[in-house]
């Protein structure tokens, strides 16, 4: 008999609800849930496949361990016991920082990704920390941090309101957006052009976004923050800064004026290959339109001046009033956001409180570059110990940073390492043990990240749609469990890892005069908390000390776990709101506009105005029905566009001997690797493309699908030497490449 039952999908940032058919336990449909108050029935064909990834007959049903070589199926205890033997000798030994924990991007689509490794980190104490921001977005974080002084305050187009979009390496009729949480982002933007609004895209490739855009800007890759900087001389230089009410609110603006005095469009043409009038266009029509905004995303981060492009995004919504006012640019209010506190000048943001031992790259957001992983495992210093193990929590860095064969033979050097992962992949495969989280029909979810995010601000939360299957464990109990093994406390009940959270935010939040539950007795507001679990009481907690909660009894209206539970399709809290100053956090209180590290970097870009572009650069590419290395596994996921192949110009393809469809071979610094070519003018001429997350060719994987057309790892092309010098950014755009057409 069948049922149906409530899902958010986890499978990209746009969260959309899914109704869910199930027969049993398991999930043979899925389809929009017209009644969810966020996406309103929109689905992409990822939502539609939720079914066949939840029951892929490759994830791991029980946990491996090691031995004598071989990974084998293990009861949880003896992988707990493992863990706590693997890791425990290193920090005694060694100390802390010689155990790395590597945090993959699926961790923010996940209840437990979100509740547990932070609790992990600080339990373990080490500095050894990467996460797959350094490969997409730490320059919004960095810059975000250096402008408003908190790197998670990172404004979004209000999209259902705005009347003019410029889109800077963005593509989200493919990505369904990042950074900017806007289920059916595809049916915003055409809302957009039917009320009359503008949409401009500035991109190297014809992409789907692109073709719908009124004005597409085929820029050369790499040089987004000199169109950014040139456009901000003309507000300057033709008297169009006009950042009205944010005026009270802004530090430095003469200083910025100065600053971007050298990038005339006439200086930057030659390096962006865009002509200086088209410059001056695109600047007066930002400033012209009554409502506008600047979104750049993974295109504009992952190149070498990512974090001044990121700043510059900011600066022009400033510049031209758009940030902060409804039709612009807004700081979501998330419902699990604390009660914000009162406007005024606060702690800022610092970058570089430490440096990686080998390369002595500087922490941003308190996470060390990921392109550095293999050398700060492989490499001897007389700066500290390497890392001798290693935790992955939902983490494939083999695939996704660049210069993936050393990293694969740094990881099986390790004294130890332990992987959460449903799947025995390319990096997992290395792991003394793997630790596998059941499929997400039998997870609850609430998104915590990416409402922070969301064009609108919301609140869902699911319970499980399927029971936990027998044998499995729940993802937030692994990561309960796995942090007491690593931390010195294997064998305590995960339910205290919950309870020390509980205790410690509310026993903080009594002692803040702005809180609602300032005063109180901690232990009296933690018996009040609901829920059938502890990540559950955590949420209800959350939501109680949030900007809509009911403050524990203060406001009776308010949210609560129960009042959430009672409403399954989610609770609208409304539209984007102004918020300045209150969500600023810089030590003058004020948005500062020119920090120092941002000064410092100005003369690396102004160096850039007299670069000779290369012959040919690569760019990346992505996938309406694919995220990363994750879904490559799901057969309705693959084939059509969604192949691995090499976009390359008819001119580029003339000049050099290469026929369509045929196997050409491209260099990097890296490495080299083979792909079939597919001649496009969808891409400018100097410029090729190969999609990211390909690459299932290495032995001992366990993803059958995958490995039937595994395509090439294009980061195998990248060294790992290229990064954003202030955010650690790997460089994945723009980078030169040769082209080799076959004998």
């Known amino acids: 008999m069948s049922r149906t039952a409530l899902r958010i999908c986890p499978l990209c940032e746009a969260t959309c609800g899914l109704t869910l058919t199930i027969e049993g336990t398991r999930v043979t449909g899925a389809r929009g849930d017209r009644d969810d108050v966020f996406s309103k029935g929109f689905i992409c064909p990822k939502g539609a496949s939720f079914g066949a990834l939840d029951a892929d007959p490759d994830r791991l049903r029980g946990p ?108 989200p009729l493919e990505s369904n957006g990042s950074l900017c949480t806007a289920p059916d982002f595809p049916g915003r933007l055409k809302a957009l052009k039917v009320r009359g609004g503008t949409l401009t895209v500035i991109d190297p490739r014809r992409t789907r976004t692109a073709k719908l855009a009124d004005r597409h800007v085929a820029i050369r890759p790499g040089t987004d923050a000199l169109l950014l900087a040139a456009m901000t001389h003309v507000l300057f230089e033709e008297g169009l800064v006009a950042p009205g009410e944010l005026t009270p609110h802004l530090e430095g603006l003469d200083e910025l004026c100065d600053a971007v005095r050298d990038f005339t469009p006439e200086a930057v043409a030659a390096a962006c290959d865009v002509e200086a009038e088209v410059t001056r266009a695109l600047a007066r029509e930002l400033a012209a339109a009554p409502t506008a905004a600047v979104y750049g995303r993974i ?35 998330a419902a699990t956001d604390r009660t914000p506190r009162p406007a005024g000048p606060s702690h800022g943001f610092t970058l570089g409180r430490w440096h990686s031992r080998v390369s002595q790259h500087p922490e941003a957001k308190g996470e060390l570059p990921l392109s550095a992983l293999a050398e700060e495992i492989d490499t001897a210093t007389e700066r500290g110990e390497p890392i001798r193990a290693l935790v992955a929590v939902a983490a494939n860095p083999v695939l996704s940073a660049p ?7 740094a990881l099986g050097s390790l004294d130890f390492m332990v992987s959460v992962d449903p799947y025995l992949n390319e990096t ?25 995010l969301a064009v609108r601000n919301q609140v869902r939360y699911n319970r499980p749609a399927v029971p936990l299957e027998p044998g499995r464990m729940a993802e937030t109990e692994i990561l309960a469990r796995l942090t007491l093994a690593a931390t010195g406390m294997h064998g305590a009940d995960p339910s205290a890892v919950d309870d020390l ?13 702005w809180s609602p539950v300032h005063g109180r007795d901690p232990k009296e507001l933690a018996a009040q908390l609901t829920g059938v679990s502890g990540p559950e009481r955590r949420l209800d907690m959350m939501l109680r000390l949030g900007p809509y909660g009911d403050g524990f009894g203060v406001r009776p209206d308010g949210l609560t776990l129960e009042k959430l539970l009672a409403h399954p399709h989610g609770i609208d809290l409304g539209p984007l709101r102004p918020r300045l100053p209150q969500p600023l956090k810089t030590r003058s209180g004020k948005v500062e506009l020119l920090p120092q590290p941002i000064a410092d970097d100005l003369p690396r870009l ?31 996921l693959t084939g059509g566009s969604n192949r691995c192949t090499l976009h390359i110009h008819p001119e580029d393809a003339e000049r050099l001997g290469v ?75 723009g980078v030169p490449v040769e082209i080799t057409a076959p004998l």
């Not at 210069?403 to 033979?409: A, C, P, S, T, V």
């Not at 997992?428 to 922070?452: E, G, I, K, Y």
């Not at 102004?606 to 879904?631: F, I, K, Q, T, Y």
Request: charged content about 20%.
């Open 501 to 513: 959270v509980i205790g410690q935010t509310l026993g903080k939040a009594v002692k803040e005069t």
């Open 299 to 333: 295109g504009s981060c992952t190149v070498p001046y990512g974090t001044l492009g990121s700043w510059l995004v900011d600066i022009l919504n400033i510049l031209t009033g758009n940030l902060d006012r409804p039709g612009g640019a807004l700081f979501p209010q």
């Open 64 to 171: 491996l361990v090691r031995k004598d070589g071989e990974l084998r199926e293990a009861t949880w205890e003896e992988a707990f016991d493992a863990v706590a033997a693997g890791i425990r000798p290193v920090v005694e030994r060694y100390g802390p920082h010689a155990v790395g924990v590597v945090l993959g991007n699926p961790n923010v689509h996940t209840m437990a990704g979100a509740l547990y490794p932070p609790v992990l980190l600080a339990g373990l104490g080490t500095r050894s920390v990467f996460t797959a921001s350094t490969l997409d977005q730490m320059p919004k974080h960095v810059s975000s941090g250096l402008l408003f002084g908190d790197a998670n305050a990172i404004p979004v187009p209000d999209l259902d309101h705005i009347g003019h979009l410029l889109l800077i390496g963005a593509n």
């Open 428 to 452: 997992s495969r290395h792991a003394d043990v793997v630790l596998p989280p059941p499929p997400p029909s039998q997870s609850p979810h609430h998104d915590f990240a990416f409402n922070t």
């Open 659 to 733: 026929r369509d469809g045929a196997a050409v071979r491209v260099k990097g610094a890296g490495g080299e690797v083979t792909a079939p070519a597919e001649v496009t003018d969808g891409v400018r001429p100097g410029v090729v493309s190969l999609p990211h997350g390909w690459g299932h060719d290495r032995p001992g994987t366990r993803m059958s699908h995958a490995a039937t057309d595994p395509g090439v790892n294009v980061n195998q092309l990248l060294d790992g030497s290229l990064l954003d010098p202030l955010s650690g950014n790997a460089v994945l755009n």
């Open 403 to 409: 210069d993936g064969d050393r990293l694969d033979k």
């Open 606 to 636: 102004r160096g850039a105005l007299d670069r000779l572009p290369d012959e040919l650069v690569l760019v990346g590419r992505r996938h309406l029905r694919s995220n990363n290395s994750w879904m490559h596994n799901v057969p309705a």
